[in-house]
Each structure stands twice: as structure tokens, then as C-alpha cells.
């Protein structure tokens, strides 16, 4: 489960075996989880992340798009 980025309490991951998915990225703080897809970036799960945290995540995802696009490519290329 290779960590791509940390901001602050979060880090941004995948796992290794996810390569029948479209590119993604997981977000975890604590026990708080969320999925957002990165091509379209949309919200696509959330477990006990308020609605105000989730609106910062996925601008969050929104700034550093390019970097795990990259990292979620070069890591499932191989």
C-alpha cells in the first residue's frame, strides 16, 4: 500500500492490487477514510469524514492531481 503524499493528518495512498480500478486515491486521517477517482476528480466513498473535511480533501486532491495521476501510472505500469 504504497503512500503517495502526506498533507498535515493525511495520507494519500493506493493499494497494489487495485488495477481493474480507474486511477484513485485513498485518503486516510486516523479511522476517517475516503476515495476520491482521479480522472473525473469525484468523491467516490467516505467513512467518518465530516461533509466540511471532505470538501478540503478533494481540493487537496484537486491541487496535487498531476502528482498522483503520475505515481498511480508509474506504479501500476509495471
Do not use: C
Not at 477517482?37 to 498531476?66: C, G, M
Amino acid at each position: 500500500m504504497p503512500t503517495v503524499l502526506r498533507i498535515g493528518a493525511y495520507r494519500f495512498f493506493f493499494y497494489s492490487n487495485e488495477t481493474g480500478e480507474p486511477p484513485h486515491i485513498h485518503i486516510q486521517r486516523d479511522r476517517a477514510l475516503a476515495k476520491f477517482w482521479l480522472n473525473q476528480i469525484s468523491l467516490a466513498s467516505s467513512t467518518s469524514f465530516p461533509p466540511k473535511e471532505i470538501r478540503e480533501l478533494q481540493r487537496l486532491v484537486e491541487q496535487n492531481k498531476a502528482e498522483l495521476l503520475e505515481a498511480w501510472n508509474e506504479h501500476f505500469s509495471n
